[in-house]
């Protein structure tokens, strides 16, 4: 007899409820209220939606999210800042790191999981394959996005069939630096993602992409899909998630880590972006792309030694929480590449941190860039 799993089909549902629901079940499943879980559903409105680990304010184009009532939602997971609407359909799986079914790592956790929308996607007849680390494509062009990350010992993967997308409000949610900035960003997003209406030339139905997502998984998982509802527990949960997501600590709280050092950072001069606090005294800060995301760096230096660094990007780190235990790890060290590189390293050997494609020397590389200047 196959293994049963739940099925919620919420549908349309409110945008910060999409981001909420799935750490809400991850918190029932945690406590052993329910079964391991999959999730269908899509925003009713557009939200732009941003990576656990990212600085909004360096993201996001506020002012426009302001004018256009487009909301802006952290979500619980690593990867980066992009807009939602209803042109996608959203699978998120929630399941214990206990069942045999489920990989133990984050990397094998994509590659098995997106079997299903990977078989799903060949189904209505295009041509997929599966990009590491976490992405599917087309012809070199990306066809989904997807997360993951845990709660406690749940894990938790989250992605989208992108069966239409809106690339002008993409590029417009975005911070850059300038207008000719943008239209460039919006050209290279063109060629670098497509969707399920350009490839087939028709838009199919929500409900027969669900109907085939449901097969596929069941036959990846070897489960069986039972549908029900979201339970009372849960329901409260949710209740509670939305006091946090709505909260400035909540949507800032990666700057908020380091405010006095983003203050001094604002007086940095483009290229550059080194400051002279006083006699060896300096903030400097840095952008390295690592296979597994876009990491930055911003760090006071005394004396050559380490005195002040915030961490953030759009890659995953997980558990996600340690990444500010290893910016206070950091603390002190002399900027040393040895010094610093072992100290990333023992500090992902002893937290277990997985970071797929992101790895303890592309931190050290990311910090030795910021001071490259100096």
């Excluded at 939602?84 to 590659?111: C, H, M, R």
């Excluded at 990491?295 to 990007?313: F, P, Y």
């Excluded at 206070?328 to 072992?342: M, S």
Aim: glycine share 6%.
């Amino acid at each position: 007899m196959k293994e049963q799993w739940r099925l919620l089909e919420l549908g349309g549902i409110d945008p910060l409820e999409t981001q909420m629901v799935y750490e809400a079940v991850a918190i029932a499943r945690a406590k052993g209220l329910v079964l391991d879980t999959i999730i269908f559903c899509w925003p009713k409105e557009p939200l732009v939606c941003i990576g656990f680990h990212q600085e909004v304010e360096k993201e996001i184009d506020f002012e426009y999210c302001k004018k256009t009532n487009i909301p802006i939602v952290r979500r619980i997971l690593g990867g980066g800042a992009v807009y939602l609407d209803a042109g996608q359909l959203f699978y998120q799986i929630i399941a214990s790191e206990d069942n045999p079914k489920v990989p133990k790592t984050i990397d094998k956790l994509f590659e098995k999981m997106l079997e299903a929308p990977i078989q799903t996607y060949r189904e209505i007849g295009i041509p997929v394959k599966y990009k590491p680390i976490n992405d599917i494509e087309v012809n070199g062009k990306k066809i989904s996005g997807n997360g993951a990350g845990k709660v406690e010992k749940i894990n938790i993967l989250t992605g989208n069939l992108i069966i239409d997308f809106n690339f002008d409000e993409m590029v417009k949610i975005l911070r850059v630096p300038s207008e000719k900035f943008r239209d460039k960003l919006a050209s290279t997003l063109k060629e670098r993602l497509t969707t399920i209406t350009y490839q087939l030339g028709t838009v199919p139905a929500k409900d027969h992409l669900i109907s085939l997502l449901k097969k596929s998984f069941e036959n990846v998982l070897e489960i069986k899909l039972q549908e029900e509802q979201l339970s009372h527990e849960e329901e409260s949960i949710l209740k509670e998630l939305r006091i946090k997501y709505l909260s400035e600590d909540w949507i800032f709280q990666t700057s908020l880590r380091h405010p006095e050092l983003l203050v001094k950072l604002q007086r940095a001069s483009e290229p550059e972006r080194v400051v002279k606090i006083a006699g060896g005294i300096y903030v400097c800060e840095s952008i390295f792309k690592s296979e597994g995301g876009l990491i930055r760096v911003t760090m006071e230096v005394e004396n050559k030694k380490i005195k002040d660094i915030l961490i953030s990007g759009d890659f995953e780190f997980i558990p996600k929480e340690k990444l500010a235990e290893l910016e206070k790890d950091l603390l002190g060290l002399e900027i040393d590449e040895t010094q610093i590189n072992n100290a990333i390293v023992d500090f992902y050997k002893i937290n277990e941190i997985q970071a797929p494609g992101t790895l303890p020397q592309d931190f050290t590389k990311s910090i030795l860039l910021a001071i490259q200047n100096l």
